[in-house]
């Protein structure tokens, strides 16, 4: 599906306008995906998986998760410089900041007149899909597909080190698909098995896959990459879109 030149949108929060940019099919009115990035934000890897969703018939918003901290239009390089002030960041953000942004954003998405859909998905990468699983806290999310979602094991996101999100995820109504790297150093498997037992005595509906590979290696830019492991969680992830979001 051919899409329209990428766009921006400055949306108003609490905490300052939040860049947010928008990948959409050409023509059309589209059902809406939230795609939360790295802690890098608006990097090129995302931008083309951005692009690449909105080539299936979606709406894409990517929101600059440090709006509050850094210029509008801010990128953070993939070295240690650009990695120790994402990390920084990660926590010195308060939690109740990250909520009030998702807010904004599926405010921004349902409220609109011309928006014909019931529902929104989310979708996240490291940080992101800590985000992406935590915005499915609103029951207008239908859908979040997390891939290798740091922190929420250790209920250790934003300002304090001390997020509810784990503890809160039986209010999640989405279905959640789970995507991780086994040889990824920031959720072990100790950690992992603590959230699916969560998510499994919740009752709730999810999807878990594991793959021999490294953390962020849907990131195609440097040796973590795993192309064919990426391939079939992009599969995964438009099922689940696909199948939960395409509803009047």
């Known amino acids: 599906m051919?899409?329209?030149?990428?766009?921006?949108i400055d949306?108003?929060?609490p905490t300052g306008p939040m860049r947010t940019h928008r990948f959409c099919p050409a023509e059309g009115v589209w059902p809406a995906v939230?795609?939360?990035?790295?802690?890098?934000?608006?990097?090129?890897?995302?931008?083309?998986?951005?692009?690449?969703?909105?080539?299936?018939?979606f709406e894409v918003l990517v929101p600059e998760v440090y709006h509050e901290y850094e210029a509008l239009g801010t990128v953070l390089s993939y070295d240690k410089e650009g990695t120790d002030r994402g990390n920084f960041?990660?926590?010195?953000?308060?939690?109740?900041?990250?909520?009030?942004?998702?807010?904004?954003?599926i405010n921004h998405l349902m409220e609109r007149p011309e928006h014909p859909w019931k529902k929104v998905g989310t979708l996240g990468f490291c940080l992101g899909g800590h985000l992406a699983f935590r915005a499915a806290l609103?029951?207008?999310?239908?859908?979040?597909?997390?891939?290798?979602?740091?922190?929420?094991?250790?209920?250790?996101?934003?300002?304090?080190?001390?997020?509810?999100t784990?503890?809160?995820s039986g209010e999640i109504e989405a279905e959640v698909l789970l995507i991780w790297g086994r040889q990824d150093p920031h959720v072990p498997?100790?950690?992992?098995?603590?959230?699916?037992?969560?998510?499994?005595?919740?009752?709730?509906?999810f999807q878990w896959h594991e793959f021999n590979a490294a953390h962020a290696f849907a990131?195609?830019?440097?040796?973590?990459h795993d192309a064919a492991a990426t391939r079939i969680a992009w599969e995964m992830t438009l099922e689940l879109f696909k199948r939960k979001l395409f509803a009047l």
């Open 11 to 13: 949306l108003p929060t």
């Open 138 to 164: 609103d029951q207008r999310v239908s859908a979040s597909a997390c891939w290798y979602p740091t922190d929420i094991h250790s209920a250790t996101l934003g300002a304090g080190k001390s997020d509810d």
């Open 189 to 205: 498997a100790e950690g992992r098995r603590n959230l699916y037992d969560a998510l499994t005595e919740k009752g709730r509906s």
């Open 34 to 57: 939230i795609l939360y990035s790295e802690i890098y934000q608006m990097t090129g890897p995302i931008r083309r998986l951005a692009a690449r969703l909105a080539g299936e018939g």
């Open 89 to 105: 960041l990660k926590f010195e953000k308060p939690v109740a900041s990250f909520d009030t942004d998702a807010l904004a954003l």
């Open 219 to 224: 990131r195609d830019e440097g040796i973590r």
């Open 166 to 168: 784990l503890a809160r």
């Open 2 to 8: 051919i899409i329209q030149e990428a766009n921006f």
